[in-house]
């Protein structure tokens, strides 16, 4: 059964860097990507970041250069760096599993994806 643990939240400045940590057990499945992903109140759940298992990055424009996806994969676990976080980056913060191809079509409710708990980062201005 796959796990999957966020930690690394909180409430920082603008201007400010938080580090999220997404701890992944019971994941082995091919063709799978990891991801953050991101929901405000009162809107719909935004996809934020992914990797695959060969490296490779995607990342919505909102954050582009200024987030950074990693992955520790002889540790399992997810990285989401945020630099320079703005106010409109305040959000609960998920990391899934899911396949990549879900992903890029923005189906991330599918019975083959697995979601964390969340954690709350608030960005003050």
């Known amino acids: 059964q796959v796990q999957l643990v966020e930690s690394g939240g909180g409430s920082v400045q603008s201007g400010g860097s938080l580090r999220l940590s997404c701890a992944a057990s019971g994941y082995t499945y091919s063709g799978y990507c990891m991801g953050w992903f991101r929901q405000a109140p009162g809107k719909g759940r935004e996809g934020v970041a992914t990797?695959?298992?060969?490296?490779?990055?995607s990342y919505a424009d909102s954050v582009k250069g200024r987030f950074t996806i990693s992955q520790d994969n002889a540790k399992n676990t997810l990285y989401l760096q945020m630099n320079s976080l703005k106010p409109e980056d305040t959000a609960m913060y998920y990391c899934?599993?899911?396949?990549?191809?879900?992903?890029?079509?923005?189906?991330?409710?599918?019975?083959?994806?697995?979601w964390g708990q969340g954690t709350q980062v608030t960005v003050s201005s």
């Open positions: 899934a599993a899911l396949p990549c191809e879900a992903y890029y079509n923005g189906d991330y409710y599918g019975w083959d994806t697995y």
């Open positions: 990797i695959d298992s060969g490296g490779s990055t």
